[in-house]
């Protein structure tokens, strides 16, 4: 959310050819960069860890773009009187903005734990430890683990991996369809 209220509100040199190629970085499918990743991980040694599934995605550039939308809504009247007041831009980011920005920060969240909780090539990749496989991987090892397959049983823990989206859809649901309503609005 910093990079994005920067993108936002603050005004530098080459911001537009910055935000240019951050947004082009969204083009580059994730598969290019397994090998950079795999290698990265393996020396910072949280290959074969959670945190090689989960610390990608805090620096998307979809939420960091959802969220610019959102901070460029709201209007400049509330950061030029923080100025007045002597804010710089940390406080008026910490005091001001963030607070503001609860139902497109659970946007966020929810879009990305659905394609974390969704991804398959990544755990693929990074995980060989059976005790840390996402439920996408325990679903295939089933498969390949019988002879025969048994779909009830397939069903059943496709079922068991929806729930959790379903529910925390449910939970952000008036956050999440009023982050998006109102991401891309003029305040």
């Known amino acids: ?11 530098f040199k080459g911001k537009k050819f910055v935000f240019t190629l951050f947004l082009a970085s969204i083009m580059i499918p994730s598969q290019v960069t397994i090998i950079p990743r795999f290698m990265l991980f393996y020396k910072m040694g949280i290959y074969n860890t959670l945190w090689s599934i989960i610390l990608p995605s805090w620096f998307g550039a979809t939420s960091i773009f959802l969220l610019r939308q959102f901070y460029m809504g709201l209007p400049n009247d509330l950061i030029e009187a923080a100025k007045i007041d002597g804010a710089g831009h940390l406080r008026i980011f910490a005091q001001i903005m963030l607070p503001l920005t609860k139902p497109v920060m659970v946007s966020c969240i929810v879009l990305s734990f659905i394609a974390l909780w969704n991804e398959y090539l990544s755990p693929l990749i990074f995980l060989t430890n059976k005790k840390v496989y996402t439920i996408a991987q325990a679903i295939r090892m089933s498969l ?3 002879s025969v397959v048994q779909w009830g049983k397939v069903m059943a823990m496709a079922f068991v991996a929806v729930v959790p ?10 956050y999440f369809v009023e982050g998006i309503a ?6």
Not at 1 to 11: N, Q, T, V
Not at 165 to 174: D, E, G, H, K, Y
Not at 182 to 187: A, I, L, Q, R, V
């Open 1 to 11: 959310s910093m990079a994005a209220y920067a993108f936002a509100k603050i005004d």
């Open 165 to 174: 989206v379903i529910l925390l859809f449910f939970a952000a649901q008036r």
């Open 144 to 146: 390949d683990a019988e």
């Open 182 to 187: 109102t991401s891309g609005m003029k305040g």
